[in-house]
């Protein structure tokens, strides 16, 4: 029973996580995740009390796994600045291909409930980038500063420059522009903190 129970509310996270990466968080309605997990709509509220904590589990999720992929990339044994600018560009990268998913995560217009989440999303990314301005301030990498607001800046400036260019109907970028809008986003977070 325990099992069951466990795999039809990894089934609806799936399905929901599909339909957002598919048309954003208007394309995840109850009814809709019910049917890509093959379940009623009434088992739905059986694991979530309402859409917004099923959005905000499956926002959680994500940004559980992405910070596990820049803690990996920001804890490295490279200099500091080369240790962002990597972190910053896979992200970046990982947005554009998956456009419709970072917008919704990012800032598709949801509710009080889910920009909540957000908000914390962002201070957990912003403290993966203040443990790296830590220790690049320790090495002689970065100057000394606020690491933490440097670390805010940093979420802020990369996750503002995505909005545009990951927007529903904006035009999908070229592979040689995707590469040239990821590298500018990278060397001015860089640059941000360096002198």
């Known amino acids: ?9 990894a089934r609806i996270m799936r399905a929901t996580r599909h339909l957002i990466a598919r048309g954003g968080f208007r394309a995840a309605r109850i009814t809709t995740v019910a049917a890509e997990a093959g379940l009623s709509t009434g088992s739905i509220y059986r694991y979530f009390a309402s859409q917004a904590q099923l959005f905000i589990e499956v926002l959680s999720a994500a940004v559980a796994h992405e910070i596990e992929l820049l803690e990996r990339i920001t804890s490295a044994a490279e200099p500091a600045p080369l240790r962002l600018r990597r972190a910053v560009e896979a992200f970046a990268r990982r947005a554009l291909e998956g456009r419709n998913l970072a917008y919704a995560f990012i800032a598709e217009p949801i509710g009080a409930q889910v920009d909540v989440a957000r908000m914390r999303s ?4 912003s403290a993966v980038f203040q443990r790296l301005m830590i220790a690049g301030m320790r090495s ?12 805010a800046c940093i979420v802020g400036a990369f996750t503002e420059a995505l909005v545009g260019p ?10 040689r522009a995707r590469a040239r809008l990821i590298a500018a986003i990278g060397r001015f977070c860089v640059a941000a903190v360096r002198p």
Do not use: H, T, W, Y
């Not at 029973?1 to 509310?9: E, G, K, V």
């Not at 962002?122 to 990314?125: E, G, I, K, N, P």
């Not at 002689?140 to 690491?147: C, R």
């Open 1 to 9: 029973m325990q099992d069951r129970l466990a795999d039809n509310r």
């Open 122 to 125: 962002r201070r957990d990314f």
């Open 140 to 151: 002689g990498d970065f100057p000394p500063q606020d690491a933490e607001v440097a670390a």
């Open 166 to 175: 990951i927007a529903p109907g904006s035009k999908a970028a070229s592979p």
